[in-house]
């Protein structure tokens, strides 16, 4: 019995939102919800593209180093989960200042929790 191969789990320049305009358009013609470490606005595409991240962080959260760390446990929370939402979408997550005490096993949490309840997710 031939098992389907693997999902490709890699997180690469065309699945990223760099640019000002790209953040502006999602936050402004998108959907919002703040739950635990992180705020996230995404917007939906169309079938058949590719889920996109972008990831915003303030200095309010702390050093570059405490910056750094938050933008990369968003960014694998995601990574690891990108073939489970419903439809592809854009997204923007926001961190908030609770995530800098945070491990990844609670950044993860509260990163499905919201794509829960915002039912962007797979059950």
Same mark, same amino acid.
């Given at each position: 019995?031939?098992?389907?191969?693997?999902?490709?789990?890699?997180?690469?320049r065309p699945s990223r939102l760099q640019q000002s305009r790209d953040f502006a358009r999602v936050r402004q013609q998108g959907e919002r919800l703040v739950l635990g470490c992180l705020i996230a606005?995404?917007?939906?595409?169309?079938?058949?593209? !590719?889920? #996109?991240?972008?990831?915003?962080?303030? $200095?309010?959260?702390?050093?570059?180093?405490?910056?750094?760390?938050?933008?990369?446990?968003l960014r694998e929370s995601f990574r690891l989960h990108q073939h489970e939402f419903v439809q592809p979408v854009e997204i923007?997550?926001?961190?908030?200042?609770?995530? !800098?005490? #945070?491990?990844?096993?609670?950044?993860? $949490?509260?990163?499905?929790?919201a794509l829960h309840r915002a039912k962007l997710l797979k059950n």
């Open positions: 019995m031939n098992a389907a191969p693997p999902k490709r789990l890699r997180l690469g606005n995404w917007n939906k595409l169309p079938e058949g593209a !590719a889920p #996109k991240l972008g990831v915003v962080t303030s $200095k309010k959260i702390g050093g570059a180093v405490q910056r750094n760390r938050a933008r990369r446990l923007i997550l926001v961190a908030r200042n609770s995530i !800098a005490g #945070k491990d990844f096993a609670g950044v993860e $949490k509260d990163f499905l929790t």
